[in-house]
Nanobody, 128 residues
Framework: VQLQASGGGLVQAGDSLRPSCAAP????????VGWFRQVPGKEREFVAA????????VYAASVEGRFTISREHAKNTVDLQMDSLKPDDTAVYYC??????????????????????WGQGTLVTVSS
């Protein structure tokens, strides 16, 4: 699945952004979809995901209560609404998909290794 992430930018602490993940010519309905982020010198880390079966949203503790992942069926995108942004949220954000079947989907979608297709990333910079 070819994925396109967009919607990053430069904002101030406390502001909001809404990156979007698109899959031209495909539908997300058959996939678990995740958002990850990476800063130079560090491993790519899990941010949020939505499961294929029930659409359940799961979040990293660091973003719980501030970020919301949603499947936007009319636009065929999976968006990540990011509120109350902090400088520590600065990173390149990647979306990814997998069609794997998990015995525990809400755990499986948290692992970077679960995903087979990745977008190119969109840069989010939060200034203090």
């Amino acid at each position: 699945v070819q994925l396109q992430a967009s919607g990053g930018g430069l904002v101030q602490a406390g502001d909001s952004l809404r990156p979007s993940c698109a899959a031209p010519g495909r539908t997300f309905s058959r996939y678990h979809v995740g958002w990850f982020r990476q800063v130079p010198g560090k491993e790519r880390e899990f941010v949020a995901a939505t499961t294929q079966d029930t659409g359940t949203a799961v979040y990293a503790a660091s973003v719980e209560g501030r970020f919301t992942i949603s499947r936007e069926h009319a636009k065929n995108t999976v968006d990540l609404q990011m509120d109350s942004l902090k400088p520590d949220d600065t990173a390149v954000y990647y979306c990814a998909t997998t069609s794997k079947t998990f015995s525990a989907p809400q755990l499986g979608v948290r692992a970077r290794q679960s995903y087979s297709d990745w977008g190119q990333g969109t840069l989010v910079t939060v200034s203090s």
